[in-house]
């Protein structure tokens, strides 16, 4: 990981409006929103430093052990140091939810859930989509800093840029002292005396984005899919959340899903269902020749292998049913009546008998016992 004093382009004895300058300077150049997707880590490990060398305690962990002190670890309460004191400041001020620097302005924006409609077709094979929302982008104007042009935020005088006061209450247990966020900057140890009048004051403006989006072969109804850093921009420019795509899948004239595999319904005449034929199905791969072998039963399933949707997690796709109805004549003419009678005759179906009941558990015992 690279220093936080280099990322930033300052010396290690520089002050926070020197810091803060210096952030608002490269952020301007790195932000995703004009340098492309590329700059994208680049501008994390930027806001990374930023919000490090801006806070004093952090600043002074950083100084001391690097990143590694900044994630806990050296004493048993969880900080660099420790201690009683540090104990009694958690318990009397930690309420207030002010830390022990300045609050940063500069905030990652949040994330966003965008529904995007599919056919079964993109679902099967993927597919790229454009999809339109809502959000919040870099202020042209200000590029994130907050500021009218020429202007920058100044020192808080109430509380010398701390962004916290302490305050001195007389309680049962005597004088008790506690810290909250300054009343005057809200914490930030700053105060914007000339906000920036394209985004008011906020570093970013709403507006609409248009971007082109990978669906993944194999996404269902209700799938979600994570596209980083392509929500809202934070306030004060600072990184974008993610931004979250759920499917919804249309409904086919044709076929329909059932998990990975696909399933359509045709109807061929009796004739057709006992001679047997061949004919084309068209589908999501183009023309498929089917098959109805002679003597297909009402309700046959016959499966068209490797045609389905595509596996999501693992490889292969799904098989292609399709259902066979055999449609019987309601009405006869007589030519046709007199054919048909001819043929029953002929394979003599004329009696017409009862099934045997199919044998239960208890019979197939009874028949082990008695050869009945």
């Known amino acids: 990981m690279n220093d936080y004093y280099e990322v930033l382009g300052v010396s290690k004895d520089a002050t926070v409006d020197e ?7 490269k952020a301007r150049l790195l932000h995703p929103d004009y340098a492309g997707p590329e700059s994208e880590e680049a501008f994390k490990e930027l806001s990374v430093a930023y ?10 962990m950083y100084d001391l052990g690097g990143p590694d002190a900044l994630r806990g670890g050296g004493s048993p309460f969880g900080g660099a140091g420790g201690g009683f004191s540090d104990i009694f400041d958690a318990m ?24 995007v409609e599919i056919s079964l077709k993109d679902a099967v094979f ?63 140890g700053t105060i914007i005396a000339s906000p920036c009048h394209e985004c008011a004051g906020q570093g970013r403006v709403r507006s609409r984005r248009t971007i082109t989006v990978d669906i993944p072969a194999g996404v269902d109804e209700g799938t979600r899919i994570r ?76 499966e068209l292998k490797n045609l ?27 030519r046709s009546r007199d054919l048909l009678e001819q043929l029953a005759n002929l394979r003599k179906e004329t009696r017409i008998e009862p099934d045997r009941r199919p044998s239960s558990m208890f019979d197939k015992i009874r028949e082990a016992f008695t050869g009945q």
């Open 51 to 60: 919000e490090t060398l801006l806070d004093p305690q952090k600043r002074q």
């Open 126 to 188: 993927g597919a790229k989509k454009e999809v339109s929302y809502g959000t919040y982008i870099l202020c042209d104007s200000c590029h994130g800093s907050m500021c009218a042009p020429d202007t920058e935020p100044t020192r808080c005088g109430t509380c010398n840029g701390t962004g916290s006061v302490t305050r001195v209450q007389n309680t049962m247990f005597g004088r008790m002292q506690s810290r909250g966020a300054c009343p005057t900057c809200q914490g930030y």
């Open 308 to 334: 389905g949707v595509s596996r999501l997690q693992r490889s292969g796709r799904g098989d292609l049913h399709v259902h066979v109805n055999v449609e019987i004549p309601k009405k006869l003419d007589d």
């Open 92 to 115: 009397f001020s930690g309420f207030s939810g002010q830390a022990s620097g300045p609050a940063p302005r500069v905030r990652r924006g949040s994330d966003q859930l965008i529904g």
């Open 19 to 25: 810091i803060k300058k210096a952030y608002r300077k």
């Open 227 to 302: 596209v980083g850093s392509e929500a809202e921009v934070g306030p004060g420019g600072g990184p974008n959340g993610d931004l979250y795509l759920e499917i919804n899948e249309k409904a086919d004239d044709v076929f329909v899903r059932q998990g990975d595999d696909l399933h359509t319904w045709i109807t061929i005449p009796m004739t057709t269902a006992a001679l047997g034929t061949k004919f084309d199905l068209d589908t999501f791969d183009g023309a498929q020749h089917v098959e109805i072998p002679a003597g297909t039963q009402p309700n046959a399933d016959i």
